[in-house]
């Protein structure tokens, strides 16, 4: 009888230690995903002011460009609102 309670033991103090190494795994893993979330969200909002950069580089060279931005300017100024300020070259 005395041997089966020490495999009991064992058995418990196991499980606890693969439990704790779970609850480890998934703090791990949560906060991989956080910083993964950060370096995307980074890398697309490059990607946006990029691609700003490139329609007002291209701007004066496209007057359909223009009376594009000159519209949204417009229409910032109309609604008074708070808006991301265009990227001035």
Do not use: C, H
């Amino acid at each position: 009888m005395g041997i089966d309670m020490n495999w009991d033991a064992v058995g418990a103090i196991a499980e606890l230690v693969g439990a704790i190494a779970v609850l480890i795994t998934l703090l791990y893993l949560a906060r991989q995903i956080a910083q993964n979330r950060k370096s995307v969200e980074s890398a697309s909002s490059e990607t946006v002011l990029s691609n700003i950069s490139n329609a007002l580089q291209n701007a004066p060279s496209s007057s359909q460009v223009t009376q594009v931005l000159l519209r949204r300017m417009a229409k910032i100024d109309r609604t008074r609102t708070r808006t991301v300020p265009f990227l001035v070259l």
